[in-house]
């Protein structure tokens, strides 16, 4: 155990993961910590992560954040799910919805109880029982507690930090425009005790958490943490991002095309849309992406396209010493699903539940790393499937579907396969109905499900799933379209995205 008692903490980097770390550690430590972010203007961020995941909900409740004012400030929209197009194959298409399908029991999941309808002849789409896929296909959206709607956002990236800055300078955060030059280590621990800036200034710290995106200055170039490249199984490397004029009203939900090398996503806010073509740098060049990209964005361009590099993997310790990393600091899965952001809050969450104010335990340490690696290997399976399972024709597609998988997908897959099990562990991201909407979707169709389904007569079948369809239609009906909702509720004032001052708070 290190004794050093932790004081001052140092975050080095200021995009979307610092600024959620400075502003997370404020507001929850306030006074009992000196915490100091360091970010470069030169260097600036990635630029992308724009969707996210509903767990966002909550964190933002810990942190005593106004939704209204929030949405208002990075101009948001609301995802209620992700419309997965051409995936399995072309012209088809499926949501994965981010509610809650049907009705289970302690014992069975609802599912089963649906195929249990489709043998009986019964013609239904599982997702007619789920709220948020059938307001999605309206482009539907209410903020409704009964029954309750399941959501997240999409953001404007550089408004979000923006917003985030403005929180945490004012909980007490100090902020250093600068270059970082070297990072300083202790001579024997081997721990960082300073960042020395190219202005001269140099900033000491006691816990150090590095939000220096891929570059991994003090988790990689400093300490050599090492990574775990996961390629074998994502076969994408490389991403084209632009923004474009909105040209229709927002959808609740963001979109994920598949192409013949990768896929193209599609974030609507309330200004402007956000678009990016990911692919394999093996079956495409960066020129045809480009050119691809801009051909199916289907809106005018407001900025000139650009190219993000990344490395599918994780980092092998995301803590290490008297280092945290976070965001893509730690590693990067694939923005398919928008898990990233995510990511960076659970770690966040993590390390505030045991902040270490006496002094690092080996104990800690070990739990975070292992937690971490948990989280992203689950999240790294969710994203195999849905690029294993495909009945596409192009290279890239034929060798995702012949290529050996992690060995705890292919336990899932086959449970699925033979029985129709679907389950989600303690600290997973993704439900049980998630993994089900997306298997499907895929085209993995189980074998057999729960014989304890075939014990409800026809009457009693029918009645359950009549009453969901009641319950949802009449929600639905209560639901304006997502562009109405927003106009009332949190719309954004043009001088947010025109004027380049700090967002209000
Ligand atoms: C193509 C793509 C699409 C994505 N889409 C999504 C999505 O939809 N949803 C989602 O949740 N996530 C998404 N992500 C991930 C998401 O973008 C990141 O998790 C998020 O932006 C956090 O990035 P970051 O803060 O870790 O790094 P960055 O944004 O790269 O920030 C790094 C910071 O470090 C600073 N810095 C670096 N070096 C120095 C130095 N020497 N001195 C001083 N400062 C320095 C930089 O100035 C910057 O402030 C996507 C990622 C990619 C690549």
Same mark, same amino acid.
């Given at each position: 155990?290190?004794?050093?008692r932790?004081? $001052?903490? +140092? *975050?080095?980097g ?24 360091v970010e ?17 909900v909550?964190? =933002?409740?810990?942190l005593?954040i106004?939704?209204?004012?929030f949405l ?6 609301? $995802? ?7 995936w ?8 994965h ?7 289970s029991?302690? /014992?069975c999941?609802? =599912? ?15 997702g007619d029982?789920c709220?948020e ?6 482009? &539907?959206?209410?903020?409704?507690? $009964? ?7 999409? !953001? ?6 923006r ?14 425009e600068?270059k *970082? ?8 621990s081997? =721990?960082? %005790?300073?960042?020395?800036?190219e202005?001269? %200034? ?6 150090? *958490? ?23 199984? &994502? ?6 991002? /632009?923004?474009t ?5 927002? +959808? ?5 095309i598949?192409?013949?090398?990768g ?8 200004h402007r849309v956000?678009c ?14 480009r050119?691809k ?6 809106? #005018?361009?407001?900025r ?11 980092r092998?310790k ?9 965001? &893509?600091?730690?590693?990067? *899965? ?9 990511l960076?809050?659970?770690? /966040?969450v ?30 790294r399976?969710? @994203? ?6 495909n009945?596409?024709?192009? #290279?890239?597609?034929k ?8 060995e ?9 396969r033979e029985r129709?099990?679907a389950?989600?562990?303690g600290?997973?991201?993704?439900r049980?109905d998630?993994?089900?909407h ?7 169709v #189980?074998?057999?499900?729960h014989? !304890? ?9 029918r ?8 319950? @949802?239609?009449?929600?639905v009906?209560r639901?304006p379209?997502? %562009?109405?909702? @927003?106009d ?13 001052? #700090?967002?209000?708070t």
């Amino acid at each position: 155990m290190s004794e050093q008692r932790i004081r $001052k903490v +140092v *975050i080095a980097g200021g995009g979307t993961a610092g600024w959620i770390a400075g502003c997370a550690l404020s507001h929850q430590f306030r006074d009992l910590l000196d915490i100091t972010l360091v970010e470069s203007e030169q260097i600036g961020t990635v630029g992308v992560g724009e969707s996210t995941v509903p767990p966002m909900v909550a964190f =933002h409740r810990l942190l005593q954040i106004d939704e209204q004012e929030f949405l208002r400030a990075v101009a948001g929209t609301f $995802k209620l799910s992700i419309s997965f197009e051409n995936w399995r194959r072309h012209g088809e298409r499926y949501i994965h919805p981010f509610g809650i399908t049907g009705t289970s029991t302690l /014992v069975c999941a609802f =599912h089963h109880f649906w195929l249990e309808s489709l043998r009986r002849g019964t013609h239904s789409e599982l997702g007619d029982y789920c709220l948020e896929t059938v307001a999605s296909r309206d482009d &539907l959206f209410a903020k409704l507690d $009964k029954p309750r709607v399941n959501y997240a956002y999409h !953001l404007d990236a550089a408004l979000y930090a923006r917003f985030l800055r403005r929180r945490a300078e004012t909980q007490g955060l100090k902020r250093i425009e600068g270059k *970082i030059r070297e990072v300083r280590r202790h001579p024997e621990s081997g =721990h960082v %005790q300073a960042l020395a800036l190219e202005g001269g %200034q140099v900033v000491e710290g006691d816990l150090f *958490i590095d939000c220096t995106g891929f570059r991994g200055l003090l988790i990689e170039q400093t300490l050599g943490t090492g990574y775990e490249d996961w390629h074998q199984w &994502l076969p994408c490397d490389r991403a084209v991002a /632009v923004q474009t004029e909105a040209v229709g009203p927002p +959808v609740p939900y963001t979109r994920a095309i598949a192409h013949q090398a990768g896929w193209r996503w599609h974030i609507p806010l309330q200004h402007r849309v956000g678009c990016g073509l990911v692919f394999s740098s093996r079956h495409m060049s960066d020129d045809e992406a480009r050119a691809k990209l801009l051909d199916d964005a289907g809106a #005018p361009p407001v900025r000139d396209p650009w190219l993000v590099p990344f490395r599918s993997g994780r980092r092998l310790k995301t803590w290490n010493g008297n280092v945290v990393a976070l965001g &893509l600091a730690s590693g990067f *899965i694939e923005p398919l699903e928008s898990t990233s952001i995510h990511l960076a809050i659970s770690a /966040v969450v993590r390390l505030i539940e045991q902040f270490p104010f006496d002094g690092i335990p080996q104990s800690l340490v070990e739990i975070h790393n292992d937690t971490s690696r948990r989280e992203m290997e689950h999240v790294r399976d969710f @994203i195999i499937l849905h690029y294993h399972a495909n009945q596409r024709d192009e #290279p890239m597609w034929k060798a995702c579907r012949e290529m050996e998988l992690p060995e705890s997908l292919a336990i899932r897959l086959g449970a699925w396969r033979e029985r129709a099990h679907a389950w989600q562990g303690g600290d997973e991201l993704f439900r049980v109905d998630s993994w089900t909407h997306v298997m499907l979707g895929q085209g993995l169709v #189980p074998g057999q499900h729960h014989p !304890l389904a075939r014990a409800l007569s026809n009457a009693d079948l029918r009645r359950l799933l009549d009453t969901l369809r009641g319950q @949802i239609g009449e929600a639905v009906a209560r639901m304006p379209a997502q %562009q109405g909702f @927003i106009d009332r509720y949190c719309k954004a004032d043009p001088a947010t995205w025109l004027n380049r001052g #700090p967002a209000s708070t």
